[in-house]
């Protein structure tokens, strides 16, 4: 099956490639930009069966051209950082509303046959101590980033009603694991623990985020594309709840650096407390699990980044350092960058 994958050299996106290979797919079209966050070293040893494309989703012409004799497009594309987005928001609807547009429109043209469209728990807003999103929770999202990914959702489901596109929507918790742009928390931390640098905490570190290790994720937009049903939408989640403030500590601990690095900084505007997701739709319809504890995932994780500082040090160049330094200012020493 020729599968066009978009952010195909980002986190998720490489990731989701990597799987794609693994399970023998053979045909596969890796699509990206390249923005900041798009890294080709993510899809390195991959070999022939990948053909990368250098591209933006908001282009026609070459959405056309890659698109051509697709059964399947995967999206992933999109600028995904909660804080650039609250700097600036104008790339977000630029890339995940009108790109998403363009590229639901090629998919009808080109009559792909499954569009899943990978989205994010971030659509239905903030939860407070307890209880969990459903797929029927009303989108409401409270940052630029998750309103612009909640714009797009709403658009390919659109789609799905008027022109009959095979769209189904993924809604997961957040990922962590390998070829992470050490921008995220979980990355950002552990650069900075391996450097013995000072990490920065909003507010009170009591923010609560659902952990899903990547491939879960990945094995979960693999099976929505082959078992979900047109214009349906699935949750993911890790069923890992933490603290922010837990999760930073347990990287300090796994990296061996010390407790005091932690500081607390100025709260993100409009922070959502908690996310939490329900996943019983796709646990029974698409018979997926998440399959790796955290312990053992986050341990895996900061193993990786570890042995692969080649892969990380080079993204610390001077643009890193301007945002590092605009994003947490005094905070911001640099990362062995
Ligand atoms: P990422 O920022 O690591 O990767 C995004 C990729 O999209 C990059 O490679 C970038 O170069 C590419 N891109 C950006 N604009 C583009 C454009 N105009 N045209 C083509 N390519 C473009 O993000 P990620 O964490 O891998 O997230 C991937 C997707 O999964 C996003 O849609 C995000 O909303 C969604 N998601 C992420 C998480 C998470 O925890 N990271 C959770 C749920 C859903
Ligand atoms: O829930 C899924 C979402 O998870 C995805 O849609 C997004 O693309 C992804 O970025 C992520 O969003 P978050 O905003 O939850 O992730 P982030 O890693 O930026 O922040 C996680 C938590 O840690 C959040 O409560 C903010 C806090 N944080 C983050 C950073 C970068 C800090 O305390 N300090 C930091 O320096």
């Known amino acids: 099956m020729r599968i066009v994958v978009t952010g195909a050299a980002g986190f998720i996106g490489s990731n989701l490639v990597r799987l794609l290979c693994a399970e023998g797919e053979d045909e596969l079209v890796a699509l990206d930009a390249l923005t900041y966050a798009g890294n080709p070293a993510n899809l390195d040893g991959l070999g022939d069966r990948v053909r990368f494309v250098r591209a933006d989703i908001r282009d026609a012409g070459l959405m056309a051209d890659a698109l051509a004799g697709a059964q399947a497009v995967l999206h992933l594309a999109a600028e995904s950082h909660v804080d650039r987005s609250i700097r600036?928001?104008?790339?977000?609807?630029?890339?995940?509303?009108?790109?998403?547009?363009?590229?639901?429109?090629?998919?009808?043209?080109?009559?792909?046959?499954?569009?899943?469209?990978?989205?994010?728990?971030?659509?239905?807003?903030?939860?407070?101590?307890?209880?969990?999103f459903t797929e029927d929770s009303p989108p409401a999202p409270r940052s630029p980033y998750a309103a612009s990914k909640a714009a797009a959702d709403l658009l390919a489901l659109a789609h799905h009603t008027t022109h009959g596109l095979p769209v189904v929507v993924t809604r997961c918790s957040n990922n962590y694991g390998p070829y992470q742009f050490p921008e995220k928390l979980i990355p950002l931390t552990i650069v900075r623990a391996l450097a013995g640098e000072p990490v920065p905490v909003y507010g009170d570190g009591r923010n609560v985020r659902d952990w899903i290790h990547?491939?879960?994720?990945?094995?979960?937009?693999?099976?929505?594309?082959?078992?979900?049903?047109?214009?349906?939408?699935?949750?993911?989640?890790?069923?890992?709840?933490?603290?922010?403030?837990?999760?930073?500590?347990?990287?300090?601990?796994?990296?061996?650096?010390?407790?005091?690095?932690?500081?607390?900084?100025?709260?993100?505007?409009?922070?959502?407390?908690?996310?939490?997701?329900?996943?019983?739709?796709?646990?029974?319809?698409?018979?997926?699990?998440?399959?790796?504890?955290l312990e053992t995932g986050l341990a895996e994780t900061v193993r990786w980044y570890r042995d692969h500082p080649g892969w990380w040090r080079p993204l610390l160049g001077p643009e890193y350092q301007a945002y590092i330094r605009r994003q947490y200012g005094g905070v911001g020493a640099d990362a062995g960058g």
């Open 88 to 132: 600036d928001a104008r790339g977000f609807l630029e890339t995940n509303v009108i790109g998403t547009q363009v590229l639901l429109d090629t998919a009808r043209a080109a009559g792909v046959e499954r569009f899943v469209q990978v989205s994010t728990d971030e659509v239905y807003g903030s939860l407070g101590e307890s209880g969990q």
């Open 214 to 293: 990547v491939e879960d994720h990945c094995r979960g937009i693999l099976a929505a594309l082959r078992h979900g049903r047109p214009g349906r939408v699935y949750n993911f989640g890790g069923g890992a709840e933490r603290t922010n403030l837990e999760m930073v500590r347990a990287i300090l601990r796994l990296t061996g650096a010390p407790a005091d690095l932690v500081r607390f900084v100025a709260d993100r505007p409009g922070h959502d407390f908690r996310y939490a997701v329900d996943a019983g739709r796709s646990r029974s319809e698409l018979d997926w699990v998440p399959r790796t504890d």
